[in-house]
Structures are given as C-alpha cells and as structure tokens.
C-alpha cells in the first residue's frame, strides 16, 4: 500500500489501454457512510484494446455522478488523468486551472496542494502555505478537504483578511488621482526608497559585553559589514538578519582568537548582548509595513523625498490620505477594505 501522492501512485491515474504503465488491472474499492467495504470492481488496463480509450466502471461512475451537496470531499478515488497533470506538475510552475462550474477545478487545486506538501514539504514550510478564498463560506465548504487527504495546519485566508489583516477597515476613500498613482508599479521605488531611507551608518565602536568581558569591533569594520548588506540584494528583513550574522561572527572570531570556544552557545550569548541588540537597532531598525506606509502617505515632504528621481509624480498632495473623502459605511458591516495600500518588500 503507497500513499495517492508516492511516483507509484501516478500509474494507477494515468495508465490506459494505449499507455498501461506496467499495469495489468485497476482495482477500486466501494464503502458505505461507515466506511465499510461494499464492492470491489477490476478494470483491466494490459491486454485491453489499444485506442487508448479508457472504460468507468460502475464504482468510478457512481463517485464522478455523486450529487454535490454539503462540505467538498476529497476525489483521490477518482482523478482523472489531465486532473493528474495538473497535481503533479513541478512547484517552480505557476500553474492557473481554468474550466466551467463544477469542473473540479477548487478540488484539483486542493489536491495539487497536498501532493506538494507531500513532495517538497520543507521546502513549503520554509516559505510557508495559504489559501485565499473569496469569503467564508467558502472557506468552510473545502474545510474537510486536505485533512482528509492527511494534511493540516494550512492557513485559510479571506481576500478580506489579505487586504485588512487587522480587521481595521478604512475610512477613507481615494480620489482617482490618488488611486491611479498608488496602483502604479513605480509606487512600489517610492515605498522602498523611504524604507531603506531608515538605514544609518554605525556611529561609534561596538563593544559587547560577553563571558565578562568586553570585546571591541571598530567603527570601520562596523560599516564595512553594514555597506556590504544594505548594497546587498537581500530583502530588508533577510538584511537586517545578515547584519546581525555578520556583526556576530566578527565578535566571536575575535573571542576565538583570544582563545575562547566560539560554539552556538557563544553565538547565542553575543547575539543577545544588548550591545549588540543596540547597534543592529541603531543601523537598521525593524520596519512594520502598516506603519511605515500610513507614515509615508500622511507626510507630504516625506512622500516628496523618496519620490525623487522616481517617475512617479513628486508633489505629495495627490497621494497623501487627508487628500482623500470619508468613505460611507455600509450598514451593519465593516467599511470597504482599500486596495490601493503598498506594503513595502521584504
């Protein structure tokens, strides 16, 4: 017995008549509401006509002709081999499903997400999983979907919650003018130049107290490292987590030179000292992205400084929210979530 999502499991999909795989029969199983077996019907795949015409039995066409109602389920049983494609293409491929309603399209698309947790499950860890759906119900419609194909812990999302993550709504609403600049590509240079304009060069020697001892990294080595990630292409987060590496390893290698163990205790002793916690804050500070925009577009000569040398207009005036006109609330409900907000990379 292999898991659906195993290389092995693909046979029993894709296998036909014309193209067999090594496989003489497919067998499937029948169950009632209790999960006990009912049936079993064989389809024979080697031997058959060539044509590459593919039979349904009796079980295969009951699953494919169940009516819909109630939550989604799994259709492990009964993927068909275009469906197959689609699952197993490689993760490095962007992959958008089309069809009519009811084509399986959302099931194919669950699917394909648990054959990936399966095949490159660190990888997706790393980076981590979404689902975005259009509301709720929705949502709770497929809910049962991927635990039942042995996969939990994915994070279901609203379009809602992706433009409004902390329920605040807005309550303000853009003039065309404002939302045609916001909405440009070229408003994403204006948002990370005020982000990387929050960089500042070490102002002094560092000196960590570490083991009971002080351990002195000079200025110059200090803005050596910082030169090199900020002109670096690392995302503003992964930068300031390489500042942090690099300011470390300088200071244990000079622990080790003095003949200290420079181990991963040692690491974790230099990377809380507060010195070197005040240096990484002081040269690259934390960036929240709400913040950091509400700031940008309610501060016109702000906004003006990180759009020059952009194509972008500079006068602040048409970007910045007081510009904008109270936005009506709609009864009983939240006020409509913006989408001209920019969240600054990394």
Same mark, same amino acid.
Not at 132 to 156: C, D, H, K, M, W
């Given at each position: 017995m292999v898991d659906w999502r195993a290389p092995m499991g693909s046979a029993f999909y894709q296998a036909g008549p014309g193209r067999p795989m090594g496989v003489r029969r497919r067998r499937r199983y029948g169950f009632d509401r209790d999960g006990e077996l009912t049936a079993y019907e064989d389809e024979i795949i080697e031997g058959a006509r060539g044509d590459g015409a593919r039979g349904t039995g009796a079980l295969l066409a009951a699953e494919l002709d169940r009516p819909r109602s109630g939550p989604m389920r799994d259709i492990a049983t009964s993927i068909q081999p275009?469906?197959?494609? *689609?699952?197993?293409?490689?993760?490095?491929? @962007? /992959?958008?499903?089309?069809?009519?309603?009811?084509?399986?399209?959302?099931?194919?698309?669950?699917?394909?997400?648990?054959?990936? &947790?399966?095949?490159?499950?660190?990888? /997706? %860890?790393?980076?981590?999983?979404? *689902? *975005?759906?259009? !509301?709720?119900?929705?949502?709770?419609?497929?809910? !049962?979907? &991927?635990?039942? /194909?042995?996969?939990?812990?994915?994070?279901?999302?609203?379009?809602?919650?992706v433009l409004d993550p902390d329920g605040l709504g807005v309550r303000r609403e853009d003039d065309a003018a404002a939302a045609r600049i916001k909405g440009d590509a070229r408003m994403a240079e204006v948002v990370r130049r005020d982000l990387y304009a929050m960089l500042r060069p070490p102002a002094g020697d560092l000196v960590a107290e570490v083991g009971g001892r002080r351990w002195r990294m000079g200025a110059d080595e200090l803005t050596e490292i910082f030169e090199e990630c900020r002109d670096g292409d690392a995302p503003y987060g992964a930068g300031r987590e390489r500042l942090t590496q690099r300011i470390v390893t300088g200071v244990v290698r000079m622990m080790e030179r003095a003949g200290k163990t420079g181990d991963g205790r040692t690491r974790g002793a230099v990377r809380r000292s507060? $010195?070197?916690?005040?240096?990484?804050?002081?040269?690259?500070?934390? $960036?929240?992205?709400?913040?950091?925009?509400?700031?940008?577009? @309610?501060?016109?000569?702000?906004?003006?400084?990180?759009? @020059? $040398?952009?194509?972008?207009?500079?006068?602040? %005036?048409?970007?910045?929210?007081?510009?904008?006109?109270?936005?009506?609330?709609?009864?009983?409900?939240?006020?409509? @979530?913006?989408?001209?907000?920019?969240?600054?990379?990394?």
């Open positions: 275009e469906q197959d494609d *689609i699952v197993r293409a490689p993760l490095d491929r @962007t /992959l958008c499903v089309q069809g009519a309603p009811g084509t399986g399209k959302t099931a194919v698309g669950l699917h394909r997400l648990a054959y990936l &947790l399966y095949t490159d499950r660190e990888r /997706l %860890r790393r980076g981590g999983t979404v *689902i *975005i759906g259009p !509301n709720r119900s929705f949502l709770s419609y497929i809910r !049962n979907v &991927l635990p039942a /194909l042995g996969e939990g812990g994915v994070t279901q999302l609203t379009v809602e919650d507060a $010195a070197v916690k005040a240096a990484v804050a002081a040269m690259w500070p934390k $960036a929240d992205p709400a913040k950091l925009v509400l700031g940008l577009l @309610t501060d016109p000569a702000r906004l003006a400084r990180a759009a @020059t $040398a952009c194509s972008t207009p500079r006068s602040g %005036r048409p970007c910045c929210c007081p510009a904008g006109r109270a936005a009506s609330g709609r009864p009983g409900g939240r006020s409509p @979530t913006s989408r001209s907000s920019a969240r600054p990379p990394g």
